[in-house]
C-alpha cells in the first residue's frame, strides 16, 4: 500500500484554480484515510519540483488539469524519475489533449464524432468554415476554456473571429441535444450522468464550477438503450486513447426527433475535476464509491508506464 502520496496540484493553465480546489479536496481525503500527504503546487521551475519531489513518495496523486498536467508533460517527469502516478500515461494523455488527434483515433476506433476540422486563425476570420450552427475550440484546452458556438443570427462572431486568440482552432458542426458525461473507472464505465445549466446557454467554466451553475441529474433520464450506448462509447473511447485509472467522457445526446436519439462523443478527460461541484464525484457515489473510496483506489492503482 502506498503511504506517501505526494499530491501535485495548481500548475500554469489556463484551469490552474480548478486545481488547486481538487487538489486539496484530495488532499484532505487522503490525510483522513491515514496517508502521510504533501500537497505540491506546481510551477514551472523543475528544480523546485524535484525539491519537492525529495525524499521520494510512494505515488503521485496528479490533480493538475490542462497545459503542463494533462497533456504528457507531468507525467514525463514522474516517469524519469519512476514515481507511480494516478490517471493516464504520457501517450494517453498527450493524445487526449489535443483533440484533432484524439479525434482520428476515435474515428479509426469507430465511434460517433461530430463533423469537423481544423483551421488556423487567417481562415477562421475569412469566413465560416461550417454551415451554422456550429462549434469553435482551441486544439488542446480543458474546462470548455475557449469554446464558442456560433448560432444563425449571431453577428458578433465575424469581428470575434479577427481576434481569435488561438493559432489552431477545431470547428465542429452543431449537436443540438443534451449534455451527457460518463465517468470510467479502470475497465468499467460507472453510469452516465445529464448536465444541466442552471444560467447559460452552453455548459461553460462558469457553469462547471460555480456553486449552482449547474444540475447533475444521476442517472441521466434517457431512454435505456441510449444510455447503455453512452456507456459503451466512453469505454470504448477510453481502451482506444490507452488511458487508466479514471477517465470522464464528454458526449451529446440528440434527442430531437425522439428517443432513443443520436450519441455522439465530443472528447474524453484524462485529468477529470475532483472539486466538490465535479462530475467525476457524483457518478461514483452513485455507483456506491464515496469520494474517499474513489481517491483511495486512484492512489492504490497508480503506476508507471
Not at 35 to 60: F, G, K, N
Not at 65 to 79: F, M, N
Not at 132 to 145: D, Y
Not at 156 to 172: F, H, K
Request: proline share 6%.
Amino acid at each position: 500500500m502506498s503511504r506517501r502520496v505526494a499530491v501535485l496540484m495548481g500548475g500554469w493553465s489556463s484551469e490552474r484554480d480548478v486545481s488547486l480546489v481538487s487538489g486539496a479536496e484530495c488532499a484532505k481525503a487522503l490525510a483522513s484515510l491515514g496517508y502521510e500527504v504533501r500537497a505540491i503546487d506546481v510551477t514551472r521551475d523543475l528544480d523546485a519540483l524535484l525539491a519537492a519531489l525529495t525524499p521520494r513518495p510512494d505515488a503521485a496523486f496528479n490533480a493538475l488539469h490542462g497545459t503542463g498536467g494533462e497533456d504528457g508533460t507531468i507525467q514525463g517527469v514522474l516517469e524519469f524519475l519512476r514515481i507511480p502516478y494516478t490517471h493516464s500515461g504520457v501517450l494517453a494523455s498527450a493524445v487526449a489533449m489535443h483533440k484533432p488527434t484524439a479525434k482520428a483515433v476515435f474515428a479509426a476506433a469507430g465511434l460517433p464524432l461530430a463533423e469537423g476540422r481544423v483551421v488556423r486563425r487567417a481562415e477562421l476570420a475569412a469566413g465560416d468554415a461550417l454551415p451554422r450552427p456550429f462549434v469553435v475550440k482551441p486544439v488542446a484546452e480543458g474546462s470548455s476554456v475557449g469554446v464558442r458556438i456560433v448560432r444563425p443570427n449571431d453577428n458578433s462572431w465575424a469581428e470575434e473571429a479577427r481576434r481569435w486568440a488561438y493559432e489552431e482552432t477545431l470547428v465542429e458542426r452543431y449537436v443540438p441535444g443534451r449534455e451527457i458525461t460518463v465517468a470510467v473507472m479502470g475497465d468499467r464505465a460507472l453510469g452516465a450522468l445529464e448536465i444541466r445549466p442552471n444560467n447559460a446557454a452552453m455548459y461553460d467554466y462558469t457553469a462547471k464550477y460555480a456553486p449552482g451553475g449547474s444540475t447533475h441529474l444521476m442517472p441521466a433520464p434517457i431512454d435505456r438503450r441510449a444510455y447503455d450506448e453512452a456507456l459503451d462509447i466512453s469505454l470504448r473511447a477510453h481502451r482506444a486513447l490507452g488511458c487508466r485509472g479514471v477517465s470522464r467522457a464528454d458526449l451529446r445526446y440528440d434527442d430531437t426527433a425522439g428517443e432513443p436519439g443520436r450519441m455522439i462523443l465530443l472528447e474524453v478527460n484524462t485529468q477529470p475535476g475532483m472539486t466538490p461541484t465535479s462530475l467525476v464525484p457524483d457518478i461514483a457515489r452513485h455507483a456506491g464509491i464515496d469520494f474517499a473510496e474513489l481517491v483511495r483506489w486512484m492512489v492504490e492503482n497508480a503506476a508507471c508506464d
